[in-house]
Structure formats: C-alpha cells, structure tokens
C-alpha cells in the first residue's frame, strides 16, 4: 500500500486498484487514518498527496486576443461523441512552462481513456511544437481523430500537423478550462514531478517519457481502476 502511496496515487486510487487486482480490499477512509498515524508519528506519506503540495487560487485577467489566431475550426465543430467521451481517439493538448527558460513540455491526452504522452520543447514555438507533436502522433499507436487546443501562438501551425497527421485540431473557448478538463487536471499531476519554481531546460525527452509513464501507471476510478494503458489498448486493440 506505501509503496502505490510513495507513486503519487491518490488513497482512492490505492483501494481501488488493491480491490480490483484482489490484492486488499481497504478503504480509502482508513488509508487516509493510515497516512495522518504515520505523519504524526514522523512519517513522510503525506507529502505524496497532491493535496499537500501548495496550490494558488487562480486569476482571472480580462480577454486578451493578442496571440490568436482567426479561423481555427472551432470547439463546437468537433464531433459530439468526443464531447462525452464516448468515442476513442479525441485528445487534448497544452503547453507546461517551468521557471527562467523558454524550454517547456507538450501534453497529448486521450479524452476516454486518459492515457498520455509528453514531449520536450526548447521553446513554446509553433515549428518547436509541430515538430515533437508529429513525432509523437507518428511513432505511438491508436488514432488521433481530433485534438483540442487552446487558441495561442504554438497551435497556429494546426494545418501543418493536420497535414502530417490526418489529426483535426480545433479550439476551446479562452477562460472555458472545463472543455479541456483532462489536461488541467493533467497538468496539476505532472506539477508532482515539475513544479512551477523548476527549470524544464534540463529535461530529457527520454525523462518526459518516464514522467508519462509515471502518469499513466496510476489506476483511474473513471476506468474502474484501470490504468490508462490498459483502458487505451483494450479499446485500440477492440
């Protein structure tokens, strides 16, 4: 049990997947009891709950167009059953910054599955973005129909990764974070293993693949405590 805690799984995650692999059947409740022991008795556990790390509130500024582009297809073009997740192949995709360097990550998320993939950037340039998301489409297995994107400067080369890929992006609405729900909460994951006072300038390719793994290793309740990998290749593979 410390050990899936010590992976950054949430206790839910922990007592599910226990219970499905037939391992323990605990509850979260009492892994939580669990966690509070060992921290007043000097444990460390609790630190591995994204709970514990500090988190701001978000600001709201007013709209701002500068950085965007006219004419991209937009959210409401995209098909419904991507809308409710019930088709294979919709992903997402956004940007991570870290601190002092134009070097940042690109985040592709499967909408019905959650399953990820992370690449490096040496800026947040649409030819820099263009370049690893091919990459990335063209080596990895199962169909990319279409991909949601927020309207900034990096997605302005859209047509050339359609082009490459067959994949349509389109564009959510600015300050609607909820039509690409799956990376917010991605990207507050991956904040695990990058957090915001970091460079992302030393970050290997290889090491962003690790960090994906790490993500989609984790057993989600949406899947009935599957992993991403397992929910994604039954269905590529269905």
């Given amino acids: 049990m410390e050990h899936y805690l010590r992976l950054f799984w949430s206790p ?24 509070r022991a060992h ?27 500068r950085g965007r582009l006219a004419g991209k297809p937009h959210i409401d073009e995209r098909p419904s ?3 409710v997740r019930s088709e294979f192949g919709h992903w997402e995709i956004d940007t991570v910054l870290g601190k002092g360097s134009k070097h940042c990550i690109v985040t592709v998320a499967e909408r019905s599955t959650s399953f990820t993939i992370i690449g490096k950037l040496k800026a947040r340039t649409k030819e820099e973005l263009n370049a690893r998301v091919v990459k990335l489409i063209q080596h990895h297995a199962g169909p990319f129909k279409t991909i949601t994107a927020e309207n900034r400067t990096e997605f302005h080369g859209y047509k050339d990764i359609g082009d490459a890929t067959g994949a349509t992006l389109s564009v ?45 290793s984790r057993p989600r309740k949406k899947l009935s405590f599957k992993t991403p990998p397992e929910a994604f290749y039954e269905r590529f593979n269905s």
């Avoid at 609405?173 to 030393?202: A, C, F, M």
């Fill in 12 to 35: 839910e995650q922990v007592s599910g997947y226990l219970k499905r692999t037939f391992q323990l059947s605990i509850s979260h409740e009492t892994i939580y009891q669990h966690i």
């Fill in 81 to 83: 059953a991507a809308d």
């Fill in 172 to 216: 959510a609405r600015p300050y609607h974070s909820w039509e690409r729900g799956l990376n917010e909460n991605t990207n507050g994951v991956i904040r695990q293993y990058l957090p915001k006072s970091d460079s992302i300038s030393p970050l290997t390719q290889r090491e962003c693949y690790a960090i994906a793994d790490k993500l989609d």
């Fill in 39 to 65: 921290k007043a008795s000097g444990g460390d556990l609790y630190t591995h709950l994204r709970g514990a790390q500090k988190r701001r509130r978000k600001s709201y500024a007013a709209y701002d167009s």
